[in-house]
């Protein structure tokens, strides 16, 4: 993911924070896997104590990552949602997995309280790494999953349109094949 731009954020210490939580995630994320790597080898070398040791290193490492992950994710969601009503949502600076739990948990909001609709921003790409897109597709499955219509590009491009009301409606995807989208296949699984 490319760094976010600045116009997401309302103050500079908020996006400073959200780059030093990613960051710091980054960190642990190279920490744990330098650790499994250490841990393989000494297994490999018959060394079993010193193997258990480096993964429990490693996976304190990954529990330390998710929790730098996760104060980045309520940065980023809080600034770019918190004047939006609850039939939006903007996915900005968040990663797939990120964005998918941020939006089935507005879903089931949406559904709860008898909200007809949901637009779900996902923005165009631009900050995919290698210009990918990876966030659109994801999402767009998502609501394929969950059998709801979803309308790409409406009302802006960027965004996916989801009705709830037309939970029959089967949601088409053609436009995943631009992605480069084979046999209805995302290019992130």
Do not use: W
């Amino acid at each position: 993911m490319g760094q976010i731009n600045s116009t997401y954020f309302r103050s500079t210490s908020a996006e400073e924070q959200y780059q030093k939580y990613r960051k710091l995630a980054s960190e642990e994320a190279r920490l744990r896997n330098e650790c499994f790597s250490q841990s393989q080898d000494a297994y490999k070398k018959k060394q079993g104590k010193r193997a258990k040791e480096l993964s429990l290193k490693g996976k304190e490492h990954a529990r330390i990552m998710a929790q730098y992950n996760a104060k980045a994710v309520e940065i980023i969601f809080a600034a770019n949602n918190g004047n939006r009503s609850y039939d939006e949502i903007d996915l900005h600076g968040l990663f797939v997995k990120e964005a998918l739990e941020k939006t089935e948990s507005r879903i089931e909001y949406c559904k709860k309280h008898n909200i007809d609709h949901l637009t779900v921003i996902v923005g165009r790409g631009n900050h995919s790494q290698d210009g990918i897109v990876k966030l659109k597709p994801a999402i767009a499955e998502l609501m394929e999953k969950y059998q709801l219509s979803c309308t790409p590009d409406k009302p802006t491009i960027g965004c996916l349109y989801v009705e709830f009301g037309n939970t029959h409606q089967k949601t088409d995807l053609s436009f995943l094949s631009f992605f480069g989208i084979i046999e209805d296949r995302c290019v992130i699984c």
